[in-house]
């Protein structure tokens, strides 16, 4: 996947789960978990953005794990929504499929980025 791919996706993912808070209950479950979910989901966006910045390989995966962090956790929160019945399956499917996009993209990421580091180090 092209960087700029995913820099759209990542930039895209956090809006989703703005629109989707904007449907949550005015109750106290959606007012914690949607501001738990915002924070997640908007921190996905930015750290992918601060890891294209990164000085180092060590720098890109350091802050490719908390774009990892903060995926795992959106997920997390788009699980209890649809476990509590907060939010229909329906509606949650598209950014929970998405969110498990992300976070398989950004593990392999990872993964790569380890790889051509200790390729780097062994030359």
């Keep these: 996947m092209r960087e700029v791919d995913l820099k759209a996706r990542t930039q895209r993912f956090p809006l989703d789960a703005i629109r989707l808070s904007h449907s ?47 995926t795992d956790e959106t997920a997390y929160w788009l699980e209890l929504l649809g476990d509590s019945n907060t939010v229909t399956s329906a509606r949650l499917g598209p950014l929970r499929s998405e969110a498990d996009e992300l976070l398989r993209i950004v593990v392999s990421s990872i993964k790569t980025a380890r790889v051509r580091q200790k390729e780097e180090c062994a030359v």
């Design 24 to 70: 949550l209950p005015r109750d106290s479950v959606g007012s914690v978990i949607g501001r738990q979910l915002l924070r997640a989901a908007t921190s996905v966006g930015a750290n992918y953005r601060a890891a294209c910045r990164a000085r180092s390989r060590s720098d890109f995966i350091a802050k490719l794990k908390i774009v990892e962090e903060e």
